[in-house]
């Protein structure tokens, strides 16, 4: 079947014009363009031809009635960092690829607010949820209820080993293991760790590395080497004076992210501390500012990208897919980049 060529007509075309224009009922316009097998290719083909000369625009809230699905994917960060944006660029990358559109929110590390968020999205009618958890979050209750709804979650980065749902995350503990290792190769024996907020598991995961690494070295482990602080530069700042305040100074500094390495680099300079000479400092993340301080900021670098598209894939597979599947955690390896500021001269 060929379709006629048509002049476009001034107001927005609807299915009815599709089906006039080919002479068919406007169920078989339907059907051929929700492919359905019962519509022969030449039909369904002449449709999508027809309905892209005459520029129709299905009904997005009427098709979503009809299959209850709405492509769209609500995803919730705890802010849009480097990290986060670019994960989020991953997402919605391989979203648009897949013909979903992704609606973002930020908790702003707020535990209300991202039951807030939670709570939007899910009535907006996005299909499911991509999360990562904010550090204040104490109860995942509103994670579960969605959980025993059937509704599609997947959460990336920050993840929770209690909630049963597709996850993607970084061999944290791993990360953590070669930053330590490579300052005690530069000879440092005081490794000190400045440490994200108690509850968050990244950190502590990290925390689980950076203690790992010294016993297997045989190197003591103090509890005043590891200072808990918020993701935040001022936090670190008065976290990294008070580490060169107590009884013994460290000699190296491990950071569970570059923020809080900017901000205990901001602490040794204004105490006239050498870095990497005196105190030699690793942060985590490889942020594009890492390379660009003085000195440049060895880091632990994330597939931040990658982490964003995988979190997608897994989502679209769970949403087409006809029967349960078991859930999956892919967990992504990091890459250490040494700079100026942990290596030490010989």
């Known amino acids: 079947m060929t379709a006629p060529r048509r002049a476009r007509p001034s107001k927005p075309a609807t299915i009815k014009d599709v089906a006039r224009a080919l002479g068919i009922s406007i169920s078989t316009v339907s059907r051929a363009m929700r492919g359905f097998p019962e519509v022969n290719n030449e039909t369904r083909q002449a ?42 660029r991953g997402i919605d990358e391989l979203a648009i690829e897949a013909g ?11 535990y209300g607010r991202e039951i807030t968020n939670t709570q939007r999205l899910v009535n907006s009618r996005v299909d499911g949820l991509i999360v990562s958890i904010s550090s204040a979050t104490s109860s995942l209750d509103h994670f579960r209820r969605l959980l025993q709804r059937e509704v599609p979650m997947v959460f990336f980065d920050r993840v929770n080993a209690d909630l049963e749902a597709n996850k993607v995350m970084l061999h944290n503990y791993d990360g953590a293991v070669q930053a330590v290792s490579h300052l005690i190769e530069q000879g440092c024996r005081r490794i000190a760790y400045l440490a ?19 016993r297997q070295h045989g190197l003591p482990v103090s509890d005043d080497f590891i200072v808990h602080c918020e993701f935040d530069r001022e936090h670190a700042y008065r976290a990294t004076l008070r580490l060169l305040d107590g009884a013994e100074r460290p000699d190296a500094i491990f950071t569970v992210s570059d923020r809080i390495a900017i901000g205990a680099l901001l602490a040794l300079r204004e105490r006239g501390v050498r870095v990497p000479d005196d105190i030699a400092l690793v942060g985590f993340n490889d942020e594009p500012v890492a390379s660009l301080l003085t000195p440049s900021l060895s880091s632990v670098a994330q597939p931040a990208f990658e982490m964003g598209r995988i979190a997608a894939q897994l989502f679209v597979e769970q949403m087409n897919s006809d029967e349960i599947r078991p859930y999956q955690t892919v967990v992504l390896k990091p890459t250490l980049m040494v700079r100026e500021s942990s290596l030490r001269r010989r």
């Open 100 to 110: 979903y559109t992704v609606l973002t929110c930020q908790s702003n590390e707020s």
């Open 196 to 214: 994200g907020p108690a509850s968050l598991s990244i950190s502590n995961q990290r925390k689980e590395g950076y203690l790992g690494t010294l």
């Open 47 to 88: 449709v999508l031809r027809t309905a892209e000369e005459l520029d129709y625009q299905p009904n997005q809230v009427a098709l979503s009635l009809v299959t209850k699905h709405t492509h769209s994917i609500g995803v919730i960060v705890p802010n849009l960092d480097y990290f986060f944006a670019t994960a989020v």
